[in-house]
C-alpha cells in the first residue's frame, strides 16, 4: 500500500483545475478554455481582497483570453471565482514491480486571506505503457467527480454556514491509498476530513475500483461477483458478525450498538456496501462513523478473506 504525502494549503465554488507542465490535454482534464458551466480558481480571477493563492508564481503562466475575459463577470456574479491548478508532485512507487503502468501525484491548494476556509486535496494519476487512454476513465473521474465533487460540495455548505454566522477556520483535506495494484485491477480508498463549523469534524472515505482492461469502474452490481449470487445476504453476515467482533474486542456493550449495526448492515439497502476495495488477501467494506455506530465509535473496515466466496467473487 502506498499512502500520499500530505499537501500544503487549498480551494474553491463550482471549480474546475487546470493541469500544470501540459498535462490537462493528454490527461482529458478540461481547460478554462472548454469550461461553461464550472468555475476554477486562480490568482487571476479572484475578487480582490477576498482570497490568495499559494501558486503565486505559477499563476502568471494560465492561458489570459479566457480567464481574463471571465474574471470580471464571474467575481461580479460570484463570491467564490474561477480556476485552481494542480501541482505535479511526483511519481508514486507502486509496490508491485511487473505493472504496464506508472503513477503520480498531483495536488491543488488553497486559503482564503483572511484564513477562514482552508482546502488540500492530493489525488494518483496513471499513465499506461499502451497509452493514456487505457486510464483516462479512471482520471477523470477521480478528478470531475471526485476531487471536484467534494470540493465544491465542502464550499457550498461553508458559504451557508458562513452565512448563518458559524466562524472559520473551515478545513477540508482530502487525501487518499492505493489499496491494490495488478495489471487488470486498481483499488483505491480516498479519504476527506471535513470541518465546516459544529461540536466536531467530520471524516469520509470513499472507493474507487477500475477495471483496467475493460477501462470501466467496477460497482457492487454488475460483473464484480457470479451471477445468480446473493452477496447482499452474504456481505450483510459476514459484516454484521465481524463489527460485532471489533465491538467486543474493543470492550464495548453490545447491547447499546446492536441496532446500529443491523441498520448499517442491513441487506436490503445495498448502499450499505457500496464502499469496498481489494487487499492482496481479501475484499474489504469500509463504514464510516455514523453508518454502524455513533460519531465516537469512529469507521470500521471489514476484512473477507477471498475464500470465504468459495469463487463467486470475480475480482481480483
Known amino acids: 500500500m502506498q499512502k500520499a504525502g500530505a499537501s500544503q494549503d487549498t480551494v474553491t465554488t463550482n471549480l474546475e483545475i487546470i493541469e500544470t507542465q501540459g498535462d490537462s490535454a493528454d490527461s482529458g482534464t478540461k481547460s478554462s478554455d472548454e469550461s461553461t458551466d464550472k468555475q476554477v480558481l486562480s490568482e487571476e480571477t479572484q475578487p480582490s481582497g477576498n482570497s490568495t493563492s499559494s501558486n503565486d508564481e505559477e499563476s502568471s503562466n494560465e492561458p489570459e483570453s479566457s480567464s481574463s475575459e471571465s474574471s470580471t463577470k464571474d467575481s461580479e456574479e460570484n463570491e467564490f471565482y474561477s480556476y485552481i491548478k494542480a501541482v505535479e508532485n511526483g511519481p508514486i512507487e507502486l509496490e508491485n514491480i511487473e505493472l504496464e503502468y506508472t503513477a ?40 470531475d467527480e471526485y476531487i471536484i465533487s467534494v470540493i465544491n460540495g465542502f464550499i457550498e455548505m461553508t458559504d451557508e454556514g458562513a452565512a448563518d454566522g458559524m466562524a472559520g477556520p473551515f478545513l477540508l483535506e482530502i487525501n487518499y491509498r492505493i489499496e491494490f495494484t495488478s495489471n487488470r485491477l486498481l483499488s483505491i480508498m480516498f479519504h476527506h476530513y471535513i470541518f465546516e463549523g459544529g461540536a466536531h469534524p467530520n471524516t469520509a472515505n470513499y472507493s474507487y475500483n477500475y477495471d483496467i482492461k475493460e477501462k470501466i469502474q467496477i460497482f457492487l452490481y454488475g460483473g464484480l ?46 448502499e450499505n456496501f457500496e464502499n469496498f476495495f481489494f487487499s492482496e488477501d481479501a475484499f474489504a467494506v469500509q463504514f464510516d462513523a455514523y453508518e454502524v455506530g455513533p460519531y465516537a465509535t469512529g469507521p470500521f473496515t471489514v476484512m473477507i478473506p477471498y475464500e470465504e466466496f468459495e469463487g463467486k467473487l470475480l475480482f481480483p
Open 104 to 143: 503520480s501525484e498531483k495536488s491543488i491548494s488553497y486559503k482564503d486571506m483572511d484564513g477562514t476556509r482552508i482546502i488540500t486535496a492530493v489525488w494518483p494519476f496513471f499513465i499506461h505503457n499502451k497509452g493514456e487512454d487505457m486510464f483516462a476513465p479512471a482520471n477523470n473521474a477521480i478528478l
Open 225 to 270: 461477483f457470479s451471477e445468480g449470487y446473493d452477496f447482499l445476504e452474504f456481505l450483510s453476515s459476514y459484516c454484521y458478525e465481524d463489527i460485532r467482533r471489533q465491538y467486543k474486542e474493543g470492550g464495548v456493550d453490545l447491547a447499546n450498538v446492536d441496532s446500529w449495526i443491523k441498520d448499517g448492515t442491513d441487506p436490503s439497502e445495498p
